[in-house]
């Protein structure tokens, strides 16, 4: 018998708002002339507006939806805003450059919103068919979203590579699913979770090759060592805004997934899941840290940094803990601001047709553009954990959490390759400031959509620098009542 | 009756996908793609799932495989030239194959020994199961396809379109 | 359930069988005179023109693409089909959405041109 209520559909309200709106956008799409396409941008962010209010609607109907395979709880509401706050600053960010880099064509808007769409169902889904459809979706739509510049060889190269390794990278993570399926008979997590444990089937090596496909599949998005080789090469053939959305958006619909499968419904075998946590943690912070000192792209640096802050994040999952659960959501909040500023922030320095982007052609900024150069300051220093910036908090309290599960090996890496990414994120400070020149970026002032984008980047890498409890007491709430039975994992 | 069916299909898509890596010449390798794609579909109906396997030869061996020789002629990719074998892919790839192919053999082999496998009969899988399961249990998944196929439409065109 | 199929294996080996004697008997009795009129492939009686192994134009895999898209959304409508029924009304507005908001895909790319050849 069918059992849908209406309270279901007010379950995926936000969902079902930005699909609704994404529909729109892509309707219309060809009606307008290329001079008016800028209108459905801020169509869409009306969407995202429209989605978040939505999210506070159903934060007071919590519960299952549609036979249990979607779970609005406060974890998905947290990541469901997460999702809408960096799609609203992509946005903001892509108007001008749209226009600029002459691809003002509506379907931009569109993919990021379906994009938006599939990362909230990844969140919000305790169904593994769910989960995977909402991956399929975020993940198409970044393919095309990453060869948007249709004729750029860089763009239709990062495309192609992202949908070849990608396709692949889905292709275990449904390979997992199977095996799942075939050995418990159910693809929802709630059940799964139950039957693990009453069975006891936690010791079966099949179950681990499970774990470990879904782990490769997820790891991907993620991009941890080693399925990081995509990420350079597609951070920089993507259009700027695009790889704010992707080297975010992706990786933290992804982490939420890892949250749900590794640390809920697996965690009767969590002594695999951690040892591949662990193990990946250390590969992708090493990797990742050392690669970006080599890197002359400003692009391509900050791809290799997004790999080193996927490895930190890991660290704070393999903790297992509800306390290194809510320090992972707070990180990736921090995370999104500052990589999502940065990102954004390049765009308009780099010029038409992304031409400066290597690290000298930052040379003297400080001098000619003060503004730009303070927000990118703000930005690198937060990216490599100085104290007062969220990023340093954020840092803390991932390894605050790992100390407080023993994993001291694990905190040891990740603070010495901290210090190490200290070097490369003041290098393009250092660049900016104290050497002399005239820089290659483009000097034309900053849009008003992107101001305000980048306002918000600062203003909340500050607040949340000094008064994190603002955000880590809901971290808090949403890290309890689902994992707290993640404490005894281990 | 089923278990020698399935071994002679299960060897066949087997032989078949190897002929897909194997072939020179892109066009071979689609023609034996459709021979995997074909045997799977038996394979689905030895285990009774039959609106699978009849939906696998329409849109995997019917639609896809166009697409697939539409990309092979688009591309004008004749018979590939033999290229001298990457270092990495010998030294490292195809240990690191025969590793995981092994573990998999050796797990799936030791979990499902003297276990019998569903037979065809046991289960039904005709269109009115799936459209049971779809349209009442996962309506939701159902209708999220839908978003799924307009991000693939929106994709395809901005890819693809000359002008757009 | 799996003897219903049993004619569809019969009619398999059945085809399989006469293509092999056709082709077999024509290789065994026939004639062979080759000469370079019957070695050039066959054009609908036109001489041939060019290579067969030119490049196709990217409209054709625009095509291929959407036309698998729809393909897929008329696959789910089989089972709706069978079991519509007992659905009743609201397996009709599950149907009615899916549909709609693929039309909504339509309604985009034949006004994008996508269906026009040469646009």
Known sequence: MITVQASDFIRILPQEILSAFAILVMVFEPFLPSSRKVVLGWFSLLGVVAAGAAAVRTSYSLGPAFNASIAADPFSIYFIALFLLVAALCLLGSFNYLQRDNINHGEFYALILMGTVGMCFMAASTELIMIFLGLEISSLSTYVLAGFKRHDGLSNEASLKYFLLGSFATAFFLYGIAFVYGLTGTTNLMTLSERLSRTGTGGTPLLWVAIVLMFIGLGFKVSTAPFHVWTPDVYQGAPAPVTAFLSVGPKAAAFAVILRIFLGAFHAVGSVSFQMLWLSAILTMVVGNLAALWQSNVKRLLAYSAIAHAGYVLVGIAAGSAEGVSAVLFYLTVYALMNVGAFILIAPIAGTGERALRVEDYTGLGYTRPGVAACLTVFMLSLGGIPTTAGFLGKFYLFRAAIHAHLIGLVIVAVLTSVVSVYYYLRLVVVMYMREGQPQATSEPLPLALRVALATSVIGIFVLGLFPLLLKKKGEAEASPRHTKLAQVR | MIAPLFYIFAGLAIVAALSVVLQRTPVYSALSLILVLCSLAVIYLLLGAQFLAVIQVIVYAGAIMVLFVFVIMLLNARQESPTDHSLFARRLGLPLLAVFLAEVIFVVVGHFSGTVFAAGATFDGGPGAVGGLLFRNYVLPFEVTSILILVAVMGAVVLAKKQL | ?119
């Open chain 3, 1 to 119: 359930m799996l003897e219903a199929y049993l004619p569809v294996l019969v009619h398999f080996l059945v085809v399989l069988a006469l293509g092999l004697i056709i082709l077999g008997l024509s290789a065994w009795v026939g004639v062979k005179r080759p000469s370079p009129e019957k070695l050039a492939p066959y054009e609908c009686g036109m001489p041939p023109v060019g290579d067969a192994r030119e490049r196709f134009s990217i409209s054709f895999y625009l095509v291929g693409m959407l036309f698998i898209l729809f393909d897929v959304e008329v696959a789910f409508l089989f089972p709706w089909a069978v079991v519509y029924k007992s659905l009743k009304w609201p397996g009709f507005l599950e149907m009615f959405l899916y549909i709609a908001i693929l039309l909504a895909g339509y309604l985009y790319i034949w006004k994008k041109g996508a269906l026009d050849w040469s646009r």
